[in-house]
């Protein structure tokens, strides 16, 4: 179907009706499976990586030579600064007795006590399902509370503990996330209008597309094997809502300009919609098919969000696109009340003659436009300089969270952990684990001994079968430290040279390490993979080479100087340990959607240029997009802002990245450098196209537009 069919349907004087019932059957299907997206979520691929990795295959052969220990553990910690009593030692007997109950095999170990006399640790694991885990986490940090003797401290902390410390956080944040996304839109939107309604019709249609995702999103979790976590899920709701109204601020403003000069109101719809079209789809398909590319990443987590993250972007498009303009067309004019556009005869004219000065109506832009024309060498140069400068920032930030710095304020399992480590050696919350052959039980037992690093080696464990040892190794250094990673690297290397051992070494520093090579790969992969859709994306639609290559160029010193500033922020917020996987999403998300404002600005430049030639055509497109480009780009950085909200340091971290990367895209990048460099390339800036040989207006230009281009 052509461009102009599909324009003519939501702006039809009787299709709009039947676009209108149609979204809302639609939603009346697809809301009430929105709402049972959160039954589909599956947390754990947050922490899971690849099953070829080695941590992956030791977790696999101890789940199948040990079952019945491969429960989360709960860790129970008592601590006295003076030196524990003997009250102390009882409470925790007493206690173990109780935790028998929830214990996996219905037995706790004895206590174990720490050399400096301080503190004691009891550990089980816990049994039963999820729901009955979280019950008996919970049962145990009650009864750790009550009745504590003066001067004792105790915490809980270990995977189930910290599993648990996850759910309570996140414990009604989906809502809390909606809640924040939309107030903020709505201010922003009625901040925009200035109309007491104008700004609930967009806010609403975003509504509707995001019920509308959420329910196919969950048919795919639940019928298509599509992987859904808190991750995704989060930012499938920031993603529709900031994607959406950018959007609607598009087609709205492009809409108010056709209303002057149509006096039938579909038809100024009909227009307003094929001539935004276009850039509408293309900034669809960039993001779209970028987050798709994530496919190819091989960090579960990562790969997750992109057929969700597409599917929102692509629900954004189809309701901005039918239900969007089906109900501002039935509503008319009065929408834009107390700024109602009118029709004149005089602007009509204009138009037809390709002379109306609808710049007039932006004198800030106008200006804006004007120094950039003045001086477009200087304001690229100067405007390139300030960003290279942004990107010293970078040196503030490090990749590696560690555990206990996840969570924004403090909770149980971190202050365990704090409390093991300050009477413990540093690696004994969290040992590696050796999975070797019951035969060299001994030699992987002395190979790992002579380790560096390696603070105590356990009794090696026989599996029931007694084909299989497990050996703990406790390490020197705290589990997420570079030096404990090192640890793993070299105890590796140890026990895989012991003949017939079949050594594996798993743990939660060896997740680690795993880690960080699996997220060095999906970077060296993946990220060339987005560039090119970009560039073939940009191509086609510019129908040109060098454009794209400049935009191109342009979003990659973006990103870096976004890292830079947010490398200031977040340094000043006490934040500067990335979460691995955030640089590439943070990639993804500012080339994808910081380059919507420049695919907004130059198919506008495209369009005016061919009627105008290129130098008057760049700057009125400036002057025109100017203000709802802004606008648009100021809501897709609230919006993620609002992940600010979660009580997560990645989700915070991620929402401070975009949000100012997508600030410098459309106050710097789009408003300032790319036009003063498409100005100065002149029209070789559109080669090997047509518009490359047209360098003059090729239509009368207003006297207001001269002034600008500095005719």
């Known amino acids: 179907m052509s461009r102009h069919r599909l324009a003519g349907l939501p702006s039809g004087r009787r299709s709009k009706y039947a676009l209108i019932v149609f979204w809302l059957l639609l939603v009346a299907v697809a809301g009430p499976l929105s709402v049972k997206l959160g039954e589909v979520q599956d947390n754990d691929t947050l922490g899971l990586l690849p099953a070829g990795v080695e941590s992956s295959r030791a977790a696999e052969r101890a789940e199948a030579a040990f079952p019945d220990s491969t429960k989360p553990v709960a860790i129970a910690v008592y601590v006295r600064d003076s030196g524990l009593t003997d009250a102390d030692r009882a409470r925790a007997e007493a206690d173990r007795a109780v935790f028998a109950r929830y214990a996996d095999g219905g037995a706790v170990s004895p206590p174990v006590p720490s050399e400096d006399g301080k503190a004691l640790l009891v550990s089980f694991p816990v049994a039963g399902d999820d729901t009955r885990r979280s019950e008996a986490v919970t049962d145990v940090k009650e009864r750790l509370a009550l009745d504590q003797p003066a001067g004792l401290r105790t915490a809980l902390t270990g995977d189930a503990a910290a599993e648990s410390d996850v759910m309570d956080a996140f414990a009604g944040m989906d809502v809390t996330l909606l809640l924040a996304t939309a107030a903020t839109v709505a201010l922003l939107l009625l901040v925009t209008y200035r109309s007491p309604v104008l700004w609930l019709i967009p806010l609403l249609t975003v509504g509707v597309a995001n019920q509308f995702a959420g329910g196919v999103v969950y048919l795919?979790?639940?019928?298509?094997?599509?992987?859904?976590?808190?991750?995704?899920?989060?930012?499938?709701?920031?993603?529709?809502?900031?994607?959406?109204?950018?959007y609607a601020l598009l087609l709205i403003a492009r809409y108010r300009e056709e209303l002057r000069r149509h006096a039938d109101r579909h038809e100024a719809m009909r227009v307003a919609l094929r001539r935004s079209f276009g850039a509408i789809c293309a900034s669809a398909a960039t993001v779209a098919i970028g987050l798709l590319c994530l496919l190819a990443a091989e960090l579960p987590s990562t790969r997750g969000l992109g057929p969700?993250?597409?599917?929102?972007?692509?629900?954004?498009?189809?309701?901005?696109?039918t239900l969007l303009p089906a109900v501002l067309v039935l509503c008319g004019r009065w929408l834009f009340w107390p700024f109602v556009p009118r029709y004149t005869s005089t602007t009509a004219t204009a138009t037809a003659t390709a002379t109306a000065d609808v710049s007039a109506d932006h004198r800030l832009w106008r200006r804006i436009a004007a120094l950039v024309g003045a001086r477009p060498r200087a304001v690229w140069i100067g405007t390139a300089a300030a960003l290279v400068a942004l990107t010293f920032g970078i040196g503030n930030l490090s990749v590696g969270l560690p555990a206990e710095e996840s969570f924004t304020s403090e909770v149980g399992s971190v202050t365990g952990q704090r409390l093991i480590a300050a009477h413990y050696p540093s690696g004994a919350a969290s040992p590696a684990e050796i999975l070797a052959t019951a035969g060299t039980a001994e030699q992987v037992t002395a190979a790992a001994r002579a380790v560096p690093g390696v603070a105590r080696v356990d009794a090696p464990e026989r599996s029931?079968?007694?084909?299989?040892?497990?050996?703990?190794?406790?390490?020197?250094?705290?589990?997420?430290?570079?030096?404990?990673?090192?640890?793993?690297?070299r105890l590796r290397t140890a026990v895989h040279e012991v003949p017939g051992a079949r050594a594996l070494v798993g743990g939660g520093t060896a997740v680690l390490v795993d880690q960080e090579r699996v997220v060095g790969r999906d970077n060296r992969v993946v990220v060339p993979?987005?560039?090119?859709?970009v560039v073939v994306i940009l191509v086609l639609l510019l129908r040109a080479l060098v454009a794209p290559l400049l935009l191109l160029v342009s979003v990659v010193l973006s990103y870096a100087a976004a890292m830079g500033a947010a490398g200031f922020i977040l340094d000043a917020l006490g934040y500067t340990k990335l979460f691995v996987g955030i640089p590439l999403q943070a990639f993804l998300f500012l080339v994808a959607l910081g380059v919507d404002y420049t695919i907004f600005l130059m198919t506008r430049a495209r369009e005016e240029a061919a009627q105008r030639g290129h130098r008057p055509g760049i700057l009125r497109a400036l002057t025109v997009t100017g203000g709802v480009i802004t606008s648009a780009g100021v809501v897709l950085a609230a919006t993620f802002a609002a992940l600010g909200v979660l009580p997560l340091v990645p989700s915070m971290q991620t929402g401070v990245i975009v949000a100012v990367g997508i600030l410098l895209d459309t106050l710097l990048i789009r408003s300032l450098l790319v036009p003063a460099l498409a100005l100065d390339l002149g029209a070789r800036t559109w080669w090997p196209g047509k518009l490359s040989g047209r360098t003059t207006a090729a239509l009368p230009v207003p006297p207001q537009e001269r002034i600008a281009a500095g005719a």
Do not use: C, H, K, N
Request: aromatic share 6%; net charge negative; hydrophobic share 55%.
């Open 220 to 246: 795919m979790a639940r019928y298509g094997g599509v992987t859904v976590d808190f991750q995704s899920q989060t930012i499938l709701t920031v993603l529709v809502f900031g994607v959406g109204v950018d």
């Open 464 to 489: 029931p079968d007694g084909a299989w040892v497990r050996v703990p190794a406790v390490l020197a250094d705290t589990p997420d430290s570079d030096a404990a990673m090192e640890t793993v690297q």
């Open 529 to 533: 993979l987005i560039l090119a859709v």
């Open 308 to 321: 969700v993250g597409a599917v929102g972007i692509g629900a954004a498009l189809l309701a901005m696109t």
